[in-house]
Nanobody, 120 residues
Framework: QEQLVESGGGLVQAGGSLRLSCAVS????????MGWYRQAPGKQRELVAS???????KLADSVKGRFTISRDNAKNAVSLQMNSLKPEDTAVYYC??????????????WGQGTQVTVSS
């Protein structure tokens, strides 16, 4: 069964760094986009960063210059390097992958979420 396996996250002081990683396991044909979303208490889930299979990236304005997303197509994996973390980055971070299990069989997978807490 296909799934997303996340790692990373935790508690860090403001100004610190964390790295999140995520990989798709199972049988798939291709992955179009991989990315990270986050949801803080009382707020809607928002896109943090995404990367396509040809390396096109998108970053939320709030994280530009601090976060970097990278992808390893051979491993069906994506990482999010988070630097200069701020208390407002505190949220549950979710990995997302969209692609194809086969012809005419799309998928949209979510990870279980990992908590990132930034203390002031």
């Amino acid at each position: 069964q296909e799934q997303l396996v996340e790692s990373g996250g935790g508690l860090v002081q403001a100004g610190g760094s964390l790295r999140l990683s995520c990989a798709v396991s199972g049988s798939i044909r291709s992955i179009d986009v991989m990315g990270w979303y986050r949801q803080a208490p009382g707020k809607q889930r928002e896109l943090v960063a995404s990367v396509t299979n040809i390396g096109t990236t998108k970053l939320a304005d709030s994280v530009k210059g601090r976060f970097t997303i990278s992808r390893d197509n051979a491993k069906n994996a994506v990482s999010l390097q988070m630097n200069s973390l701020k208390p407002e980055d505190t949220a549950v971070y979710y990995c997302n992958a969209q692609g194809w299990k086969g012809f005419y069989l799309p998928f949209n997978y979510w990870g279980q979420g990992t908590q990132v807490t930034v203390s002031s």
